[in-house]
């Protein structure tokens, strides 16, 4: 205090009077609440240099103590944070959030990088970089993985080799085998599309052919099939209105939007032919809890 009234006798420091009582009464209310043991929140984004790429983290909760859950999104490049936190913003009152943009997508992206560098290897790297961080910087020693799609296949790969550093894995609507899932979406849209009597379908199911799909445009095509008859969202939400909410709520910028599309693009045609190959279905022992959840009514992706 004496320090304090010395600088407010001093013209010149007592400018600086502003600036250490907000100091003081930002120290005074963490101390304060943590003697009352109410809850400190934690609201914060940093990119972690790692091999090459900067990977963008946004960390929230409303209590820092709280365990970590680590979102891992689908695509691969599909940087899902924005509709993560619009349909389970929730989840931010129970844990330590953690949405990462992994490699390649979202504001992770890097226009010059090299799309070779886009492998099941190199996100398992990153994912174990990105843990240890968060293992480090929040002092947990386990976490929380919950994967969507492609994030639920990385999130089972990487939990199954690092075991100790792994709470418990959630594989949500999981990318398990995707040749069998590919089978499966054609087979939906085929048969819708002869009960319908669907000939605009039909005929562009024979452009583009039976799968396996080795270009990525054919991929999204199918996908887009998929979802016209109702095989990807059990009720199809309004995307004008998501994205608006997403927009006017701060989740996302309208000018990040075509970057999120541009990213995904890129990492699904480098990483299309690896993932042909990627065949999860085999049984595994878990040392940890596993949980999948296959949304009801989806054809995205083969069950496990």
């Given at each position: 205090m ?10 010149l ?8 009582l ?8 963490e101390l ?9 929140s ?14 963008y ?10 365990p ?10 599909g940087a ?75 999130g089972?790969?990487?939990?199954q080799a ?8 959630i ?7 995707t ?12 048969a819708?599309?002869?009960?319908r ?11 583009i052919?039976?799968?396996p799909?080795k270009?990525?445009?054919?991929v ?35 000018w ?35 949980l ?13």
């Amino acid at each position: 205090m004496a320090i304090i009234l010395r600088f407010i006798s001093n013209g010149l420091a007592g400018l600086m009077l502003p600036v250490v009582l907000s100091a003081l009464l930002v120290g005074c209310t963490e101390l304060q609440a943590c003697a009352l043991g109410a809850p400190v929140s934690i609201k914060r984004s940093e990119y972690l240099p790692f091999d090459g790429a900067k990977l963008y983290l946004l960390i929230r909760a409303a209590d820092r103590t709280a365990p970590v859950l680590l979102w891992l999104h689908g695509g691969p490049g599909g940087a899902e944070r924005p509709l993560f936190r619009y349909f389970n913003g929730d989840l931010e009152k129970r844990f330590v959030v953690v949405y990462w943009d992994q490699r390649g997508a979202g504001r992770s992206f890097d226009p010059k990088a090299d799309p070779h560098r886009l492998t099941i290897a190199q996100h398992l790297a990153d994912l174990d970089a990105v843990v240890d961080h968060l293992r480090q910087t929040l002092s947990q020693d386990k976490i929380i993985l919950m994967g969507h799609s492609w994030g639920a296949a990385l999130g089972l790969l990487y939990a199954q080799a690092h075991p100790e550093k792994v709470s418990a894995f959630i594989g949500v609507n999981p990318l398990v085998a995707t040749q069998k899932g590919k089978q499966a979406q054609y087979d939906f849209v085929s048969a819708e599309a002869r009960r319908r009597k669907d000939d605009e379908v039909l005929a562009r199911l024979q452009q583009i052919g039976t799968p396996p799909f080795k270009e990525a445009p054919k991929v999204l095509a199918m996908e887009r099939l998929v979802q016209r008859y109702g095989g990807v969202f059990h009720e199809k939400p309004s995307r004008t209105w998501v994205l608006a909410q997403a927009i006017f709520g701060g989740l996302v910028t309208p000018w990040e939007i075509p970057r999120l599309i541009h990213a995904n693009n890129v990492s699904l045609e480098a990483m299309n032919a690896e993932l042909l190959s990627l065949d999860l279905s085999l049984p595994a022992r878990a040392s940890h809890p596993v949980l999948d959840l296959a949304c009801r009514g989806t054809h995205r992706h083969s069950p496990l």
